[in-house]
């Protein structure tokens, strides 16, 4: 049996009250995070719940949990669930019911469930990606670096990737700048530079790109935040998308460029060692 987390009380999956008039449902009116689990243990919470919390404060949703109640309640879900090893958990904070565009009231709703992964540690994939160009530029909303319940443009980017038979979309904002993928940071290995967009042209702050800014000078890799253009792509030597699931994933091409894998597998190497050392076993 599958077990849910709703609103602090653990309940079999198919028992979980939501209603019609759920706000996230009707208008997106709420913020998610996707936590990966190892060794049966919630990989960078703290990180999670600064992003969780920030994008909660910036719609007017009154704080659920403290990080002392959030930890546990994971901690709770992951060990009703029997997890050993690798899962993704997720969080749905969304505000109460009532009212239509404007909410009646700002308190909080929340949701917690997970899944296993087929692995414990992350995976680097063996065959590189091949990624396209999302046709439609991403618009920058008026809080653009919360992790937003409406998700409408990745939704529409991964649709066009599917149709176009490709692994991910490139997202662009309206000048053209590169700003991630469907579901990932990106970072372009150039002229021994990782280089990845900076956060003020509206890319998502993902808690797996902030692992990587931490990591990547420890392991003597320069690094840089910045614009990035088609011809940084061009340039690359290898181009890598990052997210919290997944870790990190390599880019075999894009157009008509073909990337190598030569730092990826020793960058995947240290992030597992680095995601064990921040757990206890």
């Known amino acids: 049996m599958q077990w849910l987390n709703y ?10 009250p939501l209603a019609s008039n759920n706000r996230a449902m009707r208008y997106g009116d709420g913020v998610f995070e996707s936590i990966r689990v190892m060794y049966g243990q919630a ?10 919390q920030y994008g909660m404060r910036m719609l007017g949703i009154r704080p659920a949990f403290h990080f002392e109640s959030f930890q546990a309640q994971l901690e709770q879900l992951i060990e009703a669930n029997k997890i050993r090893h690798g899962a993704r958990l997720r969080v749905q904070v969304w505000r109460q019911s009532g009212g239509f565009y404007t909410p009646l009231n700002d308190e909080a709703c929340w949701l917690m469930e997970i899944e296993t992964l087929p692995h414990n540690a992350f995976i680097l994939n063996y065959k590189g990606l091949i990624v396209g160009d999302a046709s439609r ?3 920058s909303l008026f809080v653009p670096e919360i992790k937003s319940s409406s998700a409408l443009q990745y939704v529409l980017a991964g649709r066009e990737a599917r149709e176009a038979g490709w692994d ?16 990932s940071n990106v970072f372009v290995l150039r002229d021994g530079i990782l280089r990845t967009p900076a956060l003020d042209g ?6 797996m790109r902030r692992v990587f800014l931490e990591m990547l000078p420890t392991l003597g890799y320069q690094l840089k935040e910045q614009l990035l253009s088609h011809a940084d792509l061009q340039a690359a030597e290898e181009v890598y998308l990052t997210n919290a699931i997944a870790g990190v994933r390599w880019v075999g091409g894009w157009r008509n460029k073909r990337y190598f894998r030569k730092q990826a597998v020793a960058l995947t190497e240290s992030l597992n060692q680095l995601a064990i050392n921040s757990i206890t076993l």
Do not use: I, T
């Open 168 to 183: 991910d979309a490139l997202m662009y904002h309206a000048e053209g700048a590169l700003l991630e993928s469907s579901n």
């Open 43 to 52: 990989l960078w919470a703290g990180w999670h719940f600064d992003r969780l």
């Open 7 to 16: 609103q602090g009380e653990l309940l079999p999956a198919q028992n979980v």
């Open 202 to 207: 509206g890319c998502l702050p993902g808690v």
């Open 137 to 139: 530029a991403k618009q």
